[in-house]
């Protein structure tokens, strides 16, 4: 079984810039998340997706952040314009539908803005 | 938000000696999950213990769960230099499957 992809791996960008990631889930898997871990930090939950639909996105800063899954498959995550306090790993993970269901991650992407 | 608050932070320990890193939450859950983050990688899960499940056990990890106190511990038996990561307790929230995490602990494990 394939597992969570994400594009790119690192990310280097100019303050009030745009950058955008991707994400492509498991394959069946309904749910997928976007978090954002600064170092030495836990994952925060950006954004959470059942299918192509918003579950979740209180902590999604809207005014510069915004995300989208089309066809309830891939995923992309875009900031614009981006500040230098979002330099952190930009988590994507899927979950098969079902409370005691585990989440896959995929290898995040880390961003550095400067 | 509903987030897991692990305890202790960070903890250094000899090969083969056990580490056991404790988790507490706020609010009722339906299961509690501890997951793995190697420096530089993506988290990968290690276990997921059912609200009506008091202990589980996988290959040298034992995680237990007491509801009535909302707390969790994980065990890592006979630690190996490869145990050496960060371990996060995560729990869903009721309803919408949010899976928040806390803050981590930082376990190095010295040859």
């Known amino acids: 079984e394939a597992g969570v992809a994400q594009s790119p791996r690192y990310k280097i960008i100019e303050k009030r810039q745009s950058v955008a990631f991707w994400c492509n889930p498991i394959s069946g898997h309904a749910t997928l998340y976007w978090y954002q871990q600064i170092l030495g930090q836990g994952p925060k939950l950006l954004i959470q997706f059942q299918n192509n639909g918003v579950v979740d996105d209180s902590q999604l800063p809207k005014d510069r952040f915004s995300a989208e899954r089309l066809k309830g498959v891939d995923s992309t995550l875009k900031i614009q314009p981006a500040k230098l306090e979002d330099s952190a790993v930009y988590l994507c993970a899927s979950r098969r539908t079902g409370f005691n269901t585990e989440a896959f991650f995929g290898q995040g992407t880390r961003l550095t803005v400067v | 938000s509903q987030q897991g608050e692990e305890d202790p932070q960070a903890l250094s320990i000899q090969e083969g000696e056990n580490a056991t890193m404790n988790c507490s939450y706020k609010?009722?859950?339906?299961?509690l999950q501890w997951y793995r983050q190697n420096s530089g990688r993506g988290l990968v899960h290690l276990i997921l213990i059912r609200s009506n499940e008091r202990e589980k056990h996988s290959g040298r990890l034992r995680v237990t769960l007491d509801t009535s106190k909302k707390s969790s511990s994980l065990l890592i038996t006979a630690s190996r230099a490869a145990d050496t990561a960060s371990y996060f307790c995560?729990?869903?929230?009721?309803?919408?499957?949010?899976?928040?995490f806390g803050k981590g602990n930082q376990v190095v494990v010295i040859p």
């Open positions: 995560a729990t869903p929230l009721y309803g919408n499957n949010r899976l928040a």
């Open positions: 609010t009722s859950i339906n299961n």
